[in-house]
């Protein structure tokens, strides 16, 4: 199993090629963001859940760019979530596909350089390869338990509270979310 560190720069290139498309107008530019916001939030959501907090404790002097990092993609889901409300003919579409182009570019790049690295040095082989089982997990759903009750995840509180349009959504955590949704 590929480990942490390949998996999310993995999925950072996926981003990136959708990211590229819908800036070209290759493709429904529509359909293409939301490509992006379904890989993205679960993505963000597993880096702060043990991602970031695992950096944190490897390395606490990097603890101002894990805080960077969070804020970054909360200020990227939201500009997302303002973009798919609107339609793809909006005035200010194709600029807000490249402001959030230029800020995951940006996130991107320090996450690369300054983050993931401290995992490949300080995790061995064994530890990047459960992250990476854990991650794969979160990221692609299949994160029920094994057996019978399912836990509501956050992605799916988060969805809940975008239908019903809570504001400040995406800054909340699952505990916030399931308290403004009426879950806890």
Same mark, same amino acid.
């Given at each position: 199993?590929? *480990?942490? =560190? ?5 999925? !950072?290139? /996926? %981003? $990136?090629?959708? &990211?590229?498309?819908?800036?070209? @107008? +290759? ?36 603890? *101002?760019? =894990? ?5 970054? !993609?909360? /200020? %990227? $889901?939201?500009? &997302?979530?303002?973009?798919?409300? @609107? +339609? ?36 061995? *082989? ?20 094994? @057996? ?37």
């Amino acid at each position: 199993m590929p *480990d942490i =560190v390949e998996i999310i720069k993995e999925q !950072h290139r /996926q %981003v $990136e090629d959708l &990211l590229a498309r819908a800036e070209k @107008g +290759d493709g429904d530019s529509a359909a293409l963001m939301q490509e992006v916001a379904r890989l993205l939030l679960p993505h963000s959501e597993a880096e702060e859940a043990f991602v970031y907090p695992a950096i944190r404790d490897l390395a606490a002097e990097a603890g *101002d760019e =894990v805080k960077d990092g969070v804020v970054e !993609h909360h /200020q %990227v $889901e939201e500009m &997302l979530q303002n973009l798919l409300r @609107g +339609d793809a003919e909006d005035p200010g579409y194709d600029g807000t596909v490249a402001a959030i182009t230029g800020e995951l570019r940006h996130h991107v790049q320090e996450e690369e350089q300054d983050l993931l690295p401290i995992l490949a040095e300080r995790l061995d *082989d064994a530890e990047r390869d459960e992250m990476g089982r854990r991650f794969l997990e979160a990221t692609t759903g299949a994160d029920l338990p094994s @057996g019978g009750d399912h836990e509501t995840t956050r992605r799916e509180l988060y969805q809940k509270a975008r239908e019903q349009e809570i504001h400040g959504r995406s800054r909340m955590n699952k505990q916030e979310l399931a308290d403004a949704v009426g879950e806890s």
